[in-house]
T-cell receptor, first 116, second 113 residues
Framework: GNSVTQMEGPVTLSEEAFLTINCTYT??????LFWYVQYPGEGLQLLLK?????DKGSNKGFEATYRKETTSFHLEKGSVQVSDSAVYFC???????????????FGKGTHLIIQP | NAGVTQTPKFRVLKTGQSMTLLCAQD?????MYWYRQDPGMGLRLIHY???????AKGEVPDGYNVSRLKKQNFLLGLESAAPSQTSVYFC????????????FGQGTRLTVV
């Protein structure tokens, strides 16, 4: 079956540090890959996505590149801010089985804490 | 544009009580989902629907039932609540098109005592 593995936190960084959150996946075919962010007390918001190999998704200074050869979709940001403190989820939507009719598969989430 | 709206936002139930969570979306999405979020477990799919009048089981369906009588609404029911169902419940919807993302509601925090 499909699965997503991401580093578990909490990850604590100082403001302006470089961020990497690792994400690897197992899936058949060519899944679409996503990063979602969840701020305290809120739902999940799409941060970025990539739908095919070598695509780079980017938004708000965050980037992730779809690497099919390593089945990875690592999230990076060059200089984090206190406002980036949140929980980040890596997810995939399968190409097969109706293109995701049975939902996205999520990693367990990474709690990111940015200290001033 | 409301997106995905869940009601209620908070609820406390006694063991054995029943309740229904309502999810409404105004984006004309074909697919709808119910997830639960528990500490250290990420999001797990309870049930989903690929269109009006259809439902299917996800990863953790036991103790829950769902209905989708209208395309825009997806109801999650707990017939006899148990403390193990204490969780945060999220509804989501998406287009049928491959590669598109799911949109999430704000969540319902349910406590069963």
């Amino acid at each position: 079956g499909n699965s997503v593995t991401q580093m578990e936190g909490p990850v604590t960084l100082s403001e302006e540090a470089f961020l990497t959150i690792n994400c690897t996946y197992t899936a058949t075919g060519y899944p679409s890959l996503f990063w979602y962010v969840q701020y305290p007390g809120e739902g999940l918001q799409l941060l970025l996505k990539a739908t095919k190999a070598d695509d780079k998704g980017s938004n708000k200074g965050f980037e992730a590149t779809y690497r099919k050869e390593t089945t990875s979709f690592h999230l990076e940001k060059g200089s984090v801010q206190v406002s980036d403190s949140a929980v980040y989820f890596c997810a995939l939507r399968p190409w097969l089985s109706g293109g995701g009719a049975d939902g996205l598969t999520f990693g367990k989430g990474t709690h990111l804490i940015i200290q001033p | 544009n409301a997106g995905v709206t869940q009601t209620p936002k908070f609820r406390v139930l006694k063991t054995g009580q029943s309740m229904t969570l309502l999810c409404a979306q105004d984006m004309n999405h074909e697919y709808m989902y119910w997830y639960r979020q528990d500490p250290g477990m990420g999001l797990r799919l309870i049930h989903y629907s690929v269109g009006e009048g259809t439902t299917a089981k996800g990863e953790v369906p036991d103790g829950y039932n769902v209905s989708r009588l209208k395309k825009q609404n997806f109801l999650l029911g707990l017939e006899s609540a148990a403390p193990s169902q204490t969780s945060v419940y999220f509804c989501a919807s998406s287009l049928r098109r491959v590669g598109t993302e799911a949109f999430f509601g704000q969540g319902t925090r349910l406590t069963v005592v």
